[in-house]
């Protein structure tokens, strides 16, 4: 069974910055999509960034694009995303994500992924 194992959240004042990890393992890591969604309390999960880990390639939401970077450590199976300039309206619970492997396209989507991880805190007070 794939698991996906997110840290790094914590609290931090706006402005900061945080990274986040996700370790991967019983999963094809190789040329596959991994993405980090959100959710804030009374919100819908929505999509923050995707990477496709074989070339990579990498996709962004437009409320984060300039302040996060996603980035990959494939010797690790481990896909991170650095997020600097934090705002109040990051705090959300940030989930690690990947695709079923032999997809065609790699976007931060949700419909894409099939298996999650359980969740890491982001608290960013103003």
């Known amino acids: 069974q794939v698991q996906l194992v997110e840290s790094g959240g914590g609290s931090v004042q706006s402005g900061g910055s945080l990274r986040l990890s996700c370790a991967a393992s019983r999963y094809t890591y190789s040329n596959n999509c991994m993405g980090w969604f959100r959710q804030a309390p009374g919100k819908e999960r929505e999509g923050v960034a995707s990477i496709y880990t074989g070339r990579p390639i990498t996709g962004y939401a437009d409320s984060v694009k300039g302040r996060f970077t996603i980035s990959q450590d494939n010797a690790k199976n481990t896909v991170y995303l650095q997020m600097n300039s934090l705002k109040p309206e990051d705090t959300a619970m940030y989930y690690c994500?990947?695709?079923?492997?032999?997809?065609?396209?790699?976007?931060?989507?949700?419909?894409?992924?099939?298996?999650w991880g359980q969740g890491t805190q982001v608290t960013v007070s103003s």
């Open positions: 994500a990947a695709a079923d492997p032999g997809g065609s396209w790699c976007g931060p989507e949700e419909t894409l992924f099939a298996y």
